[in-house]
């Protein structure tokens, strides 16, 4: 693997200083686009592609009031990202979180899309997000601010321009009321701007397997890239950095494959058992109680004792930028599948390079959830429903071929999955920026 140190001496300064970015070696924006000037480098990516790759195409920011349930206005901000779209309509969910900020949203929407060009979908790349906690609000007063953040990014979103879905702190209830005061706006009353949004409930537009499609997209690159190292996933040891939509469903999937989980740690707290946790009764009492405190039959154990844990596979699937030098440190693992989106900082990679850990980057191994996005939108525009087979038989040959294009490019350019996975990505947007062209 490439060593992050190194990495500073490359070419990628001259594209940074052109565009006059800080230089905040801890900034998630700049590290998302220094791996992709990395990976550019590598390949021999025009200059023009790298420039127009560094920055997003539009940041759109709003504030807009809602009425609270006392009956006091407060004041919300929002975001919505469009970083690219040569590829196709900019695509990626949006987050309800009282820790979203502009540079963390674009670097979001910058891995969309790397994200689409790695899996060959016909999209680019966006993301959204309001600084709120939903757990803070009541139910009607989430309804009230996902209908006003609709309102107020709606000119600038649509069916063919920009189609988000569910993320962090958002919910297939909450896709259903974004598609609703959509469709219910003057100019957009027909009924295929339902595919305005993805992650929809099943009822209401929604595809078979939607719920699980990022859990399932992690256990099928698991299944095409472990072999490779040596790991068979009967039998082998998993950790899980989170517990809900991705790592809930990944980790019962995994289990089903023959693979034990012995250690879980969510924002209620870590608990470990070297015999096996049940991940089915674990997502129960999850779902239960909002957290996995109190799941019987485990030991509960501290944060270091849970990165220390000996696994083959530590999957991360909770915040970004969690695993810093001393998690990675900590952690006692062989391969890490980055469920979540940029779940380490610049000093946790640098640290896991030097401890030989491979990584298996999260724009190929969570791209299951945006695979299948896809697959809700071609059943929308299509007025089609697809069966759960049908579903996970596609999705599966997605996440196959995106993991063996990944895996040839390693081979090919020597360096880490992650870089070549960027590299695989940037084949894909460079081809299409040739052929093209830039206008006028
Ligand atoms: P979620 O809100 O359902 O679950 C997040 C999990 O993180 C919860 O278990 C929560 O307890 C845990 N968590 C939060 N703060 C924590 C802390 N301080 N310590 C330990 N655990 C903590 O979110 P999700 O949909 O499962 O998404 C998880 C990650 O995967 C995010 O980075 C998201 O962007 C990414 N992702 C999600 C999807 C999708 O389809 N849902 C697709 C691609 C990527």
């Known amino acids: 693997m490439t060593p992050a140190a190194t990495a500073t001496e490359l070419p990628r300064g001259s594209v940074t200083e052109e565009l006059g970015f800080p230089n905040d070696p801890n900034n998630l924006y700049l590290q998302t686009v220094n791996t992709m000037l990395d990976a550019a480098e590598l390949i021999n990516l025009k200059h023009r592609t790298r420039i127009i790759l560094a920055q997003p195409k539009n940041e759109i920011m709003v504030h807009f009031p809602v009425k609270m349930d006392d009956g006091h206005h407060k004041l919300f901000k929002g975001y919505r990202i469009q970083h690219n779209n040569a590829c196709g309509p900019y695509k990626g969910g949006f987050r309800f979180h009282d820790d979203v900020h502009l540079d963390d949203v674009k670097s979001l929407a910058f891995l969309m899309t790397m994200k689409c060009a790695v899996v060959r979908i016909p ?65 957009h009353q027909h009924h295929d701007a339902l595919r305005v949004v993805t992650g929809k409930p099943v009822e209401y537009g929604g595809s078979a397997g939607r719920l699980k499609a990022t859990g399932q997209g992690v256990a099928d690159t698991l299944a095409e890239m472990l072999p490779g190292v040596g790991i068979d996933i009967k039998g082998m040891k998993v950790s899980l950095l989170g517990f809900g939509n991705v790592n809930g469903w990944g980790g019962q999937i995994l289990q089903d494959m023959g693979a034990t989980i012995v250690a879980v740690m969510d924002h209620t707290g870590a608990i470990r058992n070297d015999n096996g946790i049940d991940c089915k009764a674990l997502y129960e009492h999850n779902m239960k109680t909002g957290g996995i405190a109190g799941f019987e039959g485990v030991d509960v154990v501290d944060e270091e004792t849970f990165y220390r844990t000996p696994v083959d596979v530590f999957i991360p699937g909770a915040l970004e930028q969690m695993i810093q030098e001393k998690q990675a440190a900590w952690l006692d693992c062989k391969v890490m599948a980055e469920a979540a989106n940029a779940p380490c900082d610049p000093s946790g990679e640098r640290k896991l390079d030097e401890k030989g850990i491979e990584v298996i980057p999260a724009i190929l191994a969570n791209a299951g959830g945006v695979t299948v996005s896809y697959f809700e939108w071609v059943q929308n525009k299509n007025a089609v429903t697809w069966s759960a087979e049908q579903v996970d038989r596609e999705l599966n040959r997605h996440m196959v ?40």
Not at 160 to 185: C, K, L, N
Not at 402 to 424: D, G, I, P, Y
Not at 426 to 433: E, N, Q, R, S, T
């Open 123 to 187: 999209f680019g790349g966006g993301k959204g997000g309001v600084k709120v906690n939903p757990r803070d609000i009541s139910h009607g007063e989430l309804q009230r601010v996902t209908r006003r953040y609709c309102s107020a990014i709606m000119d600038q979103i649509g069916p063919d321009v920009d189609i988000p879905a569910p993320d962090v702190g958002t919910t297939a209830e909450i896709m259903a009321w974004f598609a609703d005061t959509y469709m219910m706006s003057s100019s």
């Open 401 to 440: 071929v995106a993991a063996q294009r990944t895996m040839e490019r390693r081979n090919q350019l020597k360096c880490s999955l992650r870089e070549a996975a960027f590299a695989s990505a940037l084949d894909h947007i460079g081809d299409v920026y040739r052929v093209r062209g830039i206008f006028p």
